[in-house]
C-alpha cells in the first residue's frame, strides 16, 4: 500500500516562510505532486520533484529526498491568499500511461495578519 | 485556458437511486480519472480510464461504481444505487496527451458535490 503524511495544520504571519513536510511510504515512486486547494475546489498543480533536490517556482519551492523517502513545499513571502488546503501527491505511473496520483492527508495553512 | 467542467455542481439525492456525474476534460487530453473527497479528508483515487476501458481501480471502485465516455467529449461517473458513505465530493481529472508526461500534472474540475439522504 501507499501511506503519505503530512502535518494537519501550519499557522504563519503574512511575508513568512513556510514549510509543509510529507514523507511517504509507496512502491512504484516516480515523483512527488504538490496540490493546492481552496476550501474543497478543485486542487491546483503546484510543484513536481522526480529527482532529488529543489524546485522553485517563483514564490514556491518543493524539495525532495528519495532515499529519505522525504520531501517539502516552501512558500515565501506568504500571502493572504495562500490560506489553503496544501497537498503532496506520489505520482506513479499506471500500465498502458497516465499518472496516478495518491494524495496525502494535507495541511491546512492559516495565514495571518 | 482549457479547463475541465463538471456538472452538476451540487446533487442531493436519496439512498438507493442511481446518479450520473458528467464531465468534460480537456480536449486533447487522453487520461481520465475520478477523485473523491469526503468532506474533511484526502483526495481519494476512484478510476482511471484510457482508450476506451478503465486502467485502474482503486477498492472503493467497486461494481455499484461505473464509468463511460459515451462521446467523444464527455466522461461520466455513475453510482447504480447510492449509499450514505457516497457523499463526498467528486473530482474529474485530465491529463496527457503525451504518453509518459515528465510533470505528474492532473488537471482537476471544480468538482460535484454529491449528498445521499
Not at chain 1, 26 to 35: E, I
Not at chain 1, 51 to 62: Q, V, W
Not at chain 1, 74 to 95: N, P
Not at chain 2, 31 to 59: A, C, D, H, P, T
Request: proline share 3%; hydrophobic share 30%; glycine share 10%.
Amino acid at each position: 500500500g501507499q501511506s503519505l503524511e503530512q502535518p494537519s495544520e501550519v499557522t504563519a504571519v503574512e511575508g513568512a516562510i513556510v514549510q509543509i513536510n510529507c514523507t511517504y511510504q509507496t512502491s512504484g515512486f516516480y515523483g512527488l505532486s504538490w496540490y493546492q486547494q481552496h476550501d474543497g475546489g478543485a486542487p491546483t498543480f503546484l510543484s513536481y520533484n522526480a529527482l532529488d533536490g529543489l524546485e522553485e517556482t517563483g514564490r514556491f519551492s518543493s524539495f525532495l529526498s528519495r532515499s529519505d523517502s522525504y520531501g517539502y513545499l516552501l512558500l515565501q513571502e506568504l500571502q493572504m491568499k495562500d490560506s489553503a488546503s496544501y497537498f503532496c501527491a506520489v505520482r506513479s505511473i499506471l500500465t498502458g500511461g497516465g499518472n496516478k496520483l495518491t494524495f496525502g492527508t494535507g495541511t491546512q495553512l492559516k495565514v495571518e495578519l | 485556458e482549457p479547463e475541465v467542467t463538471q456538472t452538476p455542481s451540487h446533487q442531493v439525492t436519496q439512498m438507493g437511486q442511481e446518479v450520473i456525474l458528467r464531465c468534460v476534460p480537456i480536449s486533447n487530453h487522453l487520461y481520465f480519472y475520478w477523485y473523491r473527497q469526503i468532506l474533511g479528508q484526502k483526495v481519494e483515487f476512484l478510476v482511471s480510464f484510457y482508450n476506451n476501458e478503465i486502467s485502474e481501480k482503486s477498492e472503493i471502485f467497486d461494481d455499484q461504481f461505473s464509468v463511460e465516455r459515451p462521446d467523444g467529449s464527455n466522461f461520466t461517473l455513475k453510482i447504480r444505487s447510492t449509499k450514505l458513505e457516497d457523499s463526498a465530493m467528486y473530482f474529474c481529472a485530465s491529463s496527457g496527451p503525451e504518453k509518459f508526461t515528465n510533470t505528474g500534472e492532473l488537471f482537476f474540475g471544480e468538482g460535484s458535490r454529491l449528498t445521499v439522504l
